[in-house]
């Protein structure tokens, strides 16, 4: 059958790749963001789902502690994920030749693990201070919530949250970005014409300057929107001192809640779409969905191939007359 065919050709392009120094940092980074959002998405979601159909926290002090603690492990590994990813693609762009002594796939590694065990030594408040509590809402109930001795701890943790799990990170991801479109295009050399070369170079500079762009809008816009409107109720509920909970709050909270998620879901589409190589490695592995764009491109590449050869041709019979 077809769907027997393409398992086989997806195992036979397994067979046959072989990944370099820069495939295996790649995968190193994207493994890592796919792992924090897996483990968020199967093992945070259900539980959180629950809280809105039920009447409460029904599955024990433990669980309670565990859930809130992974989902802020997961959360925090992502936003170190997605902010070191940035920083190794700006340090790439920027130092091309000086990257190649230190973007090793021993590097990659250290960093992965040094991620992971931040992430667990920056949640563990949550391990603390995550208990189930006594509430009332239309009725007594029991709620897996944080409970800080003072108010002053807790305005600082929600403080420390934001700034940490959100603020600093879309700080530094669009420092980055920015910082790699206005470095992207420079010419290494000063051209010393204004030939069809030079132009064709500015041509492309302005293609990749501008894949680059869209790449920062999405990444950082996505992040942004995402995890924006948690981010910005929490510090809300916390800080506004005549925040009173209502149906209207439990609907947005609700909201927000499944925008953060959604973060999650689109991240792994994002990373693999955007990425030259794996659209590369898609088409090859799926060729029957891009038969009439090959045929497209090779025609558009055949003209331009032609004009080319047209103003070289142009351009040498040009100086040829000048020399007569």
Same mark, same amino acid.
């Given at each position: 059958?077809?769907?027997?065919?393409?398992? @086989?050709?997806?195992?036979?392009?397994?067979?046959?790749? =072989?990944?370099?120094?820069?495939?295996?940092?790649?995968?190193?980074?994207?493994?890592?963001?796919?792992?924090?959002?897996?483990?968020?998405?199967?093992?945070?979601?259900?539980?959180?789902?629950?809280?809105?159909?039920?009447?409460?926290?029904?599955?024990?002090?433990?669980?309670?502690?565990?859930?809130?603690?992974?989902? +802020?492990?997961?959360?925090?590994?992502?936003?170190?994920?997605?902010?070191? @990813?940035?920083?190794?693609?700006?340090?790439?762009?920027?130092?091309?030749?000086?990257?190649?002594?230190? =973007?090793?796939?021993?590097?990659?590694? !250290?960093?992965?693990?040094?991620?992971?065990?931040?992430?667990? !030594?920056?949640?563990?408040? &949550?391990?603390?201070? +995550?208990?189930? #509590? #006594?509430?009332?809402?239309?009725?007594?109930?029991?709620?897996?919530? #944080?409970?800080?001795?003072?108010?002053?701890?807790?305005?600082?943790?929600?403080?420390?949250?934001?700034?940490?799990?959100?603020?600093?990170?879309?700080?530094?991801?669009?420092?980055?970005?920015?910082? @790699?479109?206005?470095?992207?295009?420079?010419?290494?050399? #000063?051209?010393?014409?204004?030939?069809?070369?030079?132009?064709?170079?500015?041509? =492309?500079?302005?293609?990749?300057?501008?894949?680059?762009?869209?790449?920062?809008?999405?990444?950082?816009?996505?992040?942004?929107?995402?995890?924006?409107?948690?981010? &910005?109720?929490?510090?809300?509920?916390?800080?506004?001192?005549?925040?009173?909970?209502?149906?209207?709050?439990?609907?947005?909270?609700?909201?927000?809640?499944?925008?953060?998620?959604?973060?999650?879901?689109?991240?792994?589409?994002?990373?693999?779409? @955007?990425?030259?190589?794996?659209?590369?490695?898609? =088409?090859?592995?799926?060729?029957?969905?891009?038969?009439?764009?090959?045929?497209?491109?090779?025609?558009?590449?055949?003209?331009?191939?032609?004009?080319?050869?047209?103003?070289?041709?142009?351009?040498?019979?040009?100086?040829?007359?000048?020399?007569?």
């Amino acid at each position: 059958s077809s769907y027997s065919l393409m398992i @086989m050709n997806c195992y036979k392009r397994l067979l046959q790749f =072989r990944p370099s120094c820069t495939d295996v940092l790649r995968f190193v980074s994207t493994a890592n963001l796919a792992a924090t959002d897996i483990i968020f998405l199967v093992c945070c979601v259900p539980f959180t789902a629950t809280l809105y159909p039920l009447p409460g926290w029904i599955f024990g002090n433990f669980m309670c502690k565990f859930v809130a603690f992974l989902q +802020q492990v997961t959360v925090q590994a992502t936003c170190i994920t997605l902010t070191a @990813m940035s920083g190794d693609r700006c340090y790439v762009t920027v130092y091309p030749l000086k990257s190649l002594r230190h =973007r090793t796939p021993k590097v990659a590694m !250290i960093v992965s693990i040094c991620i992971w065990i931040g992430s667990l !030594i920056l949640s563990t408040p &949550i391990l603390i201070y +995550q208990r189930i #509590e #006594e509430g009332y809402w239309y009725g007594p109930r029991q709620y897996c919530m #944080e409970r800080f001795p003072s108010k002053t701890q807790e305005r600082a943790f929600i403080l420390y949250q934001f700034i940490a799990a959100y603020l600093l990170p879309v700080l530094t991801i669009s420092f980055c970005y920015t910082l @790699m479109v206005k470095r992207v295009g420079q010419p290494t050399v #000063e051209p010393v014409d204004n030939n069809y070369q030079v132009n064709l170079l500015s041509e =492309r500079t302005i293609s990749i300057r501008s894949k680059v762009s869209k790449m920062v809008v999405v990444i950082v816009l996505l992040f942004a929107i995402c995890w924006g409107p948690i981010q &910005i109720f929490v510090l809300f509920q916390s800080f506004y001192p005549y925040y009173r909970p209502s149906y209207a709050t439990y609907k947005i909270k609700t909201w927000a809640n499944c925008m953060s998620y959604a973060n999650s879901s689109v991240n792994p589409i994002v990373y693999g779409f @955007m990425g030259a190589s794996f659209q590369k490695s898609f =088409r090859k592995t799926f060729p029957f969905l891009f038969k009439h764009k090959v045929r497209d491109s090779s025609m558009a590449s055949r003209t331009a191939n032609a004009e080319i050869k047209f103003v070289a041709a142009e351009e040498g019979n040009n100086n040829n007359n000048g020399a007569e």
